[in-house]
């Protein structure tokens, strides 16, 4: 499919390139995750039972090498050195989507959140000793990292709300803040945190936020305890409640200038939702396809499930709204590709209304097809709605979404 944009015309038909790289993911995926997620969560199970399932699995660790023999590895980062297999936005939709279909697969690939938001972060707005220290060691996956944003004591969907204070003390920063769902600071790995805080409270609305990098080791961080999604605490990445008590951490660490926080926020956070829907489409397709095969095994009043009247709907409509959001996506990442994330921005909050819902809608129909089985441990589908469930609130919630999209809308008609 081809669509005009901006004067341009841009073909949505997978390049050659990629067309081989699917074919070489979902054999990955065939032959080393969808077979390997029992194990995975076993893993956390037993870590668990022996009292700390915040121990990094093994599984995970032996299929890291295996994803980076198959070319398979990094495939986020657009136009880095450090990262020469990274695909353009739109190359790399249809390759998250399918890792979206598996809890699982983006961290084996090195393509999960938050990392992969953090990673482009440093190295778009990172100094050279910056990536040195802190970007390739995360691009080799030898470490972790979480961000801090958002603040329990404030409604964090305005980030200019932000109340943590970096003050500047001689040739340092002194941290004070308190930070919650700072996904991934659970895991022992977690090496650097970005911090989003205030440097300047007096300057203008949106110059007075600043981001700077926080060794997580830094004396006077306290992690509290992790927040649990519906009753997940999505060990051992977690989302964990942290407090900073006078943290004092290098100049140097701070990215790009004072009161450039707002700035790099925005063009972080582009990327790092349009990587969220992608991912959400795999799900969606994931709990189709288990919906269908489940229909068509299941006989009641007579016949099979997918017989009867309500499920042909269902799975009809199903279809409609993926591709429909598929879509959607490859317009928006197309977008950013083309003319910049700052003019994608209507697209981006389109398809972070979209994807979401879309996806929680099919994952609901699906767990009413599985019965009880639905929403039990034998399927990911009561956990994929949970995780869907949150981005309707994470980076951005749907409100503030349809208010940008609305502004942008009537814009045009002034």
Not at 58 to 86: E, H, M, Y
Not at 280 to 290: H, P, V, W
């Amino acid at each position: 499919m081809k669509k005009q944009i901006k004067g341009v015309l841009v073909d949505f038909t997978y390049s050659p390139k990629v067309i081989e790289l699917r074919a070489r993911l979902s054999t990955f995926m065939d032959e080393h995750i969808y077979p390997n997620e029992h194990r995975f969560y076993e893993e956390v199970a037993q870590n668990r039972q022996k009292g700390n399932p915040w121990i990094p699995t093994q599984i995970i660790a032996d299929l890291k090498p295996k994803a980076q023999v198959a070319g398979l590895w990094n495939l986020f980062l657009p136009k880095s050195t450090r990262a020469p297999q990274g695909l353009s936005n739109l190359e790399y939709a249809p390759l998250c989507e399918m890792m979206g279909r598996s809890h699982i697969a983006p961290e084996v690939f090195n393509c999960n959140a938050p990392d992969t938001g953090n990673m482009e972060t440093i190295e778009r707005y990172g100094s050279e000793e910056q990536k040195k220290r802190w970007l390739e060691p995360l691009l080799a996956g030898e470490i972790r990292s979480t961000f801090l944003m958002t603040e329990p004591e404030v409604a964090s969907s305005d980030a200019t709300n932000i109340q943590c204070k970096i003050e500047r003390d001689g040739e340092e920063y002194v941290i004070n803040g308190h930070k919650w769902w700072s996904s991934g600071a659970g895991d022992p790995r977690c090496a650097v945190y970005i911090l989003m805080g205030k440097t300047n409270p007096d300057a203008p609305k949106h110059q007075q936020q600043s981001m700077i990098l926080v060794p997580a080791n830094a004396p006077g961080i306290t992690v509290h305890r992790p927040l649990t999604i519906f009753g997940y605490d999505d060990a051992p990445h977690g989302h964990m409640e942290i407090t900073l008590k006078n943290v004092r951490v290098p100049c140097s660490n701070l990215l790009l200038g004072e009161g450039r926080g707002f700035e790099i926020a925005q063009g972080r956070l582009g990327p790092g939702r349009i990587h969220h829907c992608m991912r959400s489409i795999g799900a969606a397709e994931r709990a189709l396809e288990s919906m269908c095969k489940r229909l068509q095994n299941r006989i009641a009043f007579g016949k099979p499930l997918a017989e009867q009247g309500v499920w042909l709907e269902r799975i009809a409509e199903s279809r409609c709204l993926i591709d429909q959001a598929r879509l959607l996506t490859l317009k928006a990442a197309a977008t950013m590709d083309t003319d910049g994330n700052k003019v994608a921005r209507k697209e981006i909050s389109m398809i972070k209304v979209v994807a979401p819902n879309m996806a929680l809608k099919i994952i609901d129909w699906a767990i009413q097809a599985h019965g009880g089985a639905g929403v039990s441990q034998d399927f990911e589908l009561a956990y994929q709605y949970a995780w869907q469930r949150i981005l309707r609130i994470a980076d951005g919630p749907d409100e503030v979404h349809h208010a940008a999209i609305a502004k942008l809308e009537l814009k045009q008609y002034l």
